[in-house]
């Protein structure tokens, strides 16, 4: 006692001996206070100044008498679409249950050991606080007198401080709690107070149900329904008599007696706790044998804190937090979201399909090991929902130098969900320019050149309605495939002709693609907010995009122009049972159904006659397209049915920033000299569908058709060509889209000369499309005179010869 004096801040023993007198009379005249006011009888006005001082009147006056208690910590859970647990999030291990789900043990074997008057006190403890304060005051053995209503007081004010967020707060209530002396003396007092208080508020079994939710457990385990389940793998109304005991010990010293590093002394504490259960009339005879003989019976449960436990759906997990943790709906900071999720006992309801992940998590592992320095990924997607279904890649989530297989990095998403910087998608862009290429009007059968090597000029490109260069600077493209004088678009879509779409983009206008992209959600990974870099080369996939973004665009064509932005989160519910705002899919019709079906109609011919004909899959009709970037560094392969989207990216993830062609390292223990979409994403998709028709609806029955003017083009008045040079004529009609023929079979004509167009088949105003064929007949000049018929002389009459005299009659 002396000591503590001396070390009083004040520096003035006398100061401080005045000070510690003034707050123990206080603290005596609570006790006191307490235990006559729970006996029922009223205390005196003389009685109470004989117990305190006037200073100690004054210092208990002052005390606060209101508890600002805070919603209690709870812990978040993950769900999958099943209704599976996917991981738990907290920075305190605690779910809140009632007293009547406790069981029958656990509040009799508190109250027993922590505080066995409970019932009988008025928030503080009479006798064993003058017991206790004598005790130290004699300079024995430190000793607590504190109630259960105080200790729940004490652990309210330290759960206010971390609920604040604040580090400085945390320490400053830590260091009172732990301070002896007049601080320690003055914060019980402030305690003794508030408890006394708050046995007015509520009734003692309101309280013990409230400390039960609150009390520390160990191992970060507060409460004990999570106590229960951390120890015994049991709900709280399950515990035995010995397993509440043994809970019930831990909170004097959570370190001291734990269950997971100290066993024997947990059974030695147990074993004191059920002896105060039989002291207190709360068990018999038999029932204290019975438990102090029986096992411990640990049967730990490891609780699945965070995503490194989500296994499979790790990543999607790291999403899915990554979501939450940067949306303002849920804290206007970064701290206040952080504490939501950890403290804020949320309900997160997830779109993934366990079903359908494992089978993605199998597939990307098919074609490329996860010890491959190649990474892969896939992203699947519910057409006209946006739904996540599954997210897998062929790594590990975690962290160790020089192992390839871990990695915190997430494959499919963007930077701002530690995705990295994204992957070049290749001719996987082609589709936004066939679709933008529709949206002006233009058709499928439209024939566009496709030479295998052609320079283009960058004063032909027009950005926003200006040319992208006025000078005379040129580039190259070449072709890999689609090689042929022209091709028609749909042609070049499915056999993925360059240069043929490079003269498409010329057609257009870059801000034309550039729109389409971004309706259809396409964005850079490093600039989410941003929209997609416009150049003239932008149809070949030049913007680093991830696959998530990719599925969702091939997901809004599969749903017949709806676009719906992919989302990972269905429903969050907080610890009222509110529903909080989630991320929205904002699903719009992003662009013309014709348009849609005139893009599935071109990709429906990639897995029979183009870049991925050699497909395996065999659930239905499906569309898709091949990608590939320059140097092989990525290739992609997205397809889908009108129930279901997916892209499949395989690419070097690089190594210290610096990324390689796939043909410069073992893939599969094979080395690879050149290698497409077909070579492994297309593999790798068709291993996860093939599958994937076993526990979803593809609906791979069909595409609905385009409609003509789709197809070919909107139909127009054939022009007047005739009297026109048929090199003209040919020319004029062949910009129209018409397939021109002349024929050998010449017209006579008095009007157009001879070597013109005199006669069309149709004729002039004759509706036509794209594509038709129309007959030139060319003039061979006026019809030539006939010559003059020849004279034909009258023919001459020549008389009839005289009948011969008649013969004489018979003689009678």
């Not at 606080?129 to 130290?136: E, I, P, S």
């Not at 269950?259 to 259960?277: F, I, K």
């Not at 994204?422 to 024939?447: C, D, H, Y």
């Not at 005199?758 to 010559?787: C, F, H, I, K």
Request: charge should be negative; glycine fraction near 10%; aromatic fraction near 8%.
């Amino acid at each position: 006692m002396l000591r503590r004096l001396r070390e009083d801040d004040s520096g003035n023993v006398a100061t401080g001996f005045l000070r510690v007198t003034t707050l123990l009379a206080a603290f005596v005249a609570v006790a006191l206070v307490a235990g006559v006011l729970a006996a029922g009888l009223v205390l005196p006005a003389a009685a109470g100044a004989g117990y305190l001082t006037r200073s100690g009147a004054d210092y208990y006056d002052e005390l606060p008498t209101e508890l600002e208690i805070p919603p209690v910590s709870q812990t978040s859970g993950m769900y999958a679409a099943d209704g599976s647990l996917i991981a738990t999030f907290f920075s305190e291990n605690r779910t809140s249950t009632s007293l009547n789900r406790m069981g029958e043990w656990t509040p009799k074997a508190i109250v027993a050991i922590e505080d066995e008057r409970f019932y009988s006190h008025g928030g503080v403890d009479a006798r064993g606080t003058l017991r206790a304060l004598g005790n130290n005051v004699l300079g024995g053995s430190q000793q607590g007198a504190s109630t259960l209503t105080q200790q729940y007081v004490k652990q309210v004010q330290l759960e206010s401080a971390v609920y604040t967020g604040d580090p400085e707060k945390l320490r400053e209530v830590q260091a009172e709690i732990a301070a002896g002396g007049p601080v320690g003396y003055g914060r019980k007092l402030r305690e003794a107070r508030l408890a006394i208080s708050l046995e007015e508020q509520f009734t003692k079994d309101e309280i013990l149900e409230r400390y039960l939710n609150i009390a520390n457990f160990g191992n970060a385990t507060y409460g004990i329904q999570a106590a229960a389940q951390r120890y015994f793998s049991v709900n709280a109304e399950q515990l035995t008599l010995p397993q509440a005991a043994a809970l019930a010990g831990i909170v004097q010293a959570p370190t001291r007696w734990d269950p997971l590093d100290n066993p024997e002394a947990t059974v030695g504490r147990r074993n004191t706790v059920l002896g105060s259960m039989l002291r207190t009339g709360a068990i018999n005879q038999q029932q204290y044998d019975e438990s102090v003989a029986a096992e411990l019976g640990l049967v730990p449960n490891e609780t699945q804190r965070g995503c490194l436990t989500a296994g499979q759906l790790a990543y999607f997990c790291d999403y899915v937090q990554r979501v939450i943790l940067s949306d303002p709906a849920y804290g206007e900071t970064a701290e206040q979201r952080e504490n939501l999720l950890l403290r804020g006992g949320l309900r997160i309801e997830t779109t993934i399909r366990p079903d359908l992940q494992a089978r993605a998590w199998e597939a990307v592992r098919s074609e490329v090991p996860e010890t491959d320095r190649a990474g892969a990924a896939m992203s699947v997607v519910q057409p006209g929902t946006g739904n996540i279904l599954a997210m897998a890649q062929n790594r590990q989530y975690g962290e160790e130098p020089g192992n390839p297989a871990l990695t915190f990095t997430n494959f499919n998403v963007d930077k701002r969900y530690s995705g990295g910087s994204g992957f070049q998608p290749g001719s996987n862009m082609k589709p936004i320019v066939l679709a933008t290429w529709l949206e002006q009007g233009n058709s499928l059968s439209a024939r566009i050149p496709a030479p295998a090597q052609r320079t283009f000029r960058f004063r032909d490109f027009t950005q926003c309605g200006s040319p992208v260069r006025r000078d005379n600077g040129t580039f190259e493209v070449n072709n890999s495939g689609g090689t042929a004088p022209s091709l028609s678009v749909a042609e070049a879509s499915f056999r993925s002709s360059n240069t043929a779409y490079v003269e498409m983009t010329s057609q257009l206008d870059l801000c034309q693609i550039r729109d389409m992209a971004t309706r259809l959600g396409l964005r850079p990974s490093t600039d989410p907010d941003g929209e997609i870099e416009m150049v003239p080369v932008m149809a070949l996939g030049v913007s680093a995009v991830s696959p998530l973004s990719v599925a969702g665009v091939y997901a809004t064509f599969a749903a017949d122009g709806v676009h719906c932005t992919p989302v990972g989160i269905a429903r969050i519910v907080d610890r009222t049972g509110a529903d909080l705002p989630v991320p929205s899919a904002d699903c719009n019709q992003a662009i013309d159904q014709q348009v849609a079906r005139g893009v599935n109609e071109a990709l429906q011919q990639t897995l029979i006659r183009g870049t991925a004909d050699d497909t395996d899959f065999d659930g239905g009709t499906a569309a898709g397209k091949t990608g590939t970037t320059s140097a092989f560094k990525e290739i992609w392969f997205s397809g889908y049915t009108p129930g279901i989207a997916s892209s499949v990216w395989v690419g070097d993830p690089g190594v210290d920033g610096v990324t390689k062609s796939l043909t410069t390292f073992p893939i599969n223990g094979r080395r690879y000299r050149q290698v497409f979409g077909s070579t492994f994403a297309l593999p790798t998709w068709d291993a996860f569908m093939n599958r994937a028709d076993e526990v979803w609806d593809l609906q791979a029955d069909g595409f609905p058709e385009p409609d003509e003017d789709v197809r070919r083009g909107p139909q127009f008045a054939l022009p007047n060509v005739r009297g026109d040079q048929p090199d003209r004529a040919t020319a004029e009609l062949e910009e129209l889209g018409l397939t021109v023929v002349v024929s050998p079979e010449g017209r006579f004509s008095d009007e157009i000369p001879a070597g013109a167009v005199a006669a069309q088949s149709p004729s002039s105003g004759a509706l036509q499309r794209d594509g038709n064929s129309v007959t030139l007949y060319l003039s061979q000049g006026p019809e030539p005179e006939a010559p003059p018929e020849p004279v034909v002389p009258a023919p001459v009459e020549t008389p009839a010869p005289a009948p011969p005299p008649a013969a004489p009659a018979p003689a009678p």
